[in-house]
């Protein structure tokens, strides 16, 4: 892997000096310790050829501590009526071009996500990205319900994309429950850890309630304060006059624990 550093905003009144800082993949087998230094899949420029990365709030369900919550059995109460099936199918052996997982794609992401956040030419890319590896398949007697685009590498899987018939949203709570069981299938095929994407603004918070096991990349460990996470995630869109370090009142005890 290739980490690289890209000039951002400044402020030189607090030596402020931002920088995002990115990862190229190598090799596939990379994609562990990748997601392990907190970075995730950048995929907002359909451009770059390669499989890039960006360091962000990345949660992670930590398995060894993972078990279901009273909120985990109350959706899975809602869906076992629906007897889902599960299909776990490597991408290359999937029928990305049929007719119900295109019209499924297309559907929610005209109803859930918005043209301007994800077009079809941007999945497509997404699709063909070497990272992902894995289509969770549900469905209802053979028919497509739902599915999430992961990746498995070693002992990881990433929960990347969840796609879902929103008919079954409101009084299933649907698209919980496929989050749900993707960690519990991590659970059950003694995987490690099962990444859930970025921690930000009170909109993850969802994800940070609804499961045990959590941790977080913080900048330079995984952290498993979750009252903290909760508290970074309220206050996401206030301003902020300097970087976290700057603004400590403890940083001495902070620089001895690096």
């Known amino acids: 892997m290739k980490i690289f550093f890209s000039e951002n905003k400044v402020d030189y009144s607090t030596y402020t000096f931002d920088y995002a800082i990115y990862c190229l993949k190598e090799s596939q ?17 359909l ?3 390669g499989d890039t990365f960006y360091l962000a709030r990345s949660l992670r369900v930590e398995l060894d501590r993972f078990e279901d919550t009273s909120e ?30 295109v019209g499924l794609s297309q559907e929610y992401i005209s109803q859930r996500i918005g043209e301007d956040n994800m077009s079809m030419e941007r999945w497509q890319y997404i699709l063909s990205r070497e990272t992902g590896t894995h289509i969770f ?14 990746v498995i590498e070693g002992e990881m899987l990433h929960y990347w994309f969840a796609f879902f018939d929103t008919d079954y949203m409101r009084n299933h ?4 429950w496929l989050m749900w069981r993707v960690i519990k299938w991590g659970k059950e095929n003694c995987l490690k850890y099962v990444y859930l994407g970025t921690a930000y603004k009170s909109s993850a918070l969802y994800k940070i309630r609804d499961h045990k096991g959590l941790a977080y990349f913080d900048g330079y460990r995984w952290n498993q304060d979750i009252e903290r996470l909760k508290s970074l995630c309220k206050s996401d869109l206030e301003p902020k006059f300097s970087d976290e370090f ?13």
Not at 34 to 41: H, Q
Not at 138 to 148: A, C, D, E, Q
Not at 246 to 258: A, C, G
Request: aromatic letters at 12%; a neutral charge; charged letters at 25%.
């Open 173 to 176: 709570s649907l698209g919980k």
């Open 72 to 101: 985990n059995r109350r959706v899975n109460r809602l869906v076992e009526p629906l007897n889902i099936q599960l299909e776990v199918i490597r991408k290359e052996d999937f029928e990305l071009n049929a007719a119900d997982f």
């Open 246 to 258: 700057k603004t400590m009142d403890n940083q001495n005890e902070f620089l001895k624990q690096l």
């Open 137 to 150: 398949r549900f469905s209802i007697n053979g028919k497509l319900i739902g599915f999430v685009y992961a």
């Open 29 to 45: 087998s990379e994609l562990s310790q990748i997601y392990e230094k907190g970075f995730l899949p950048y995929t907002g420029n």
């Open 47 to 49: 451009n770059i050829e």
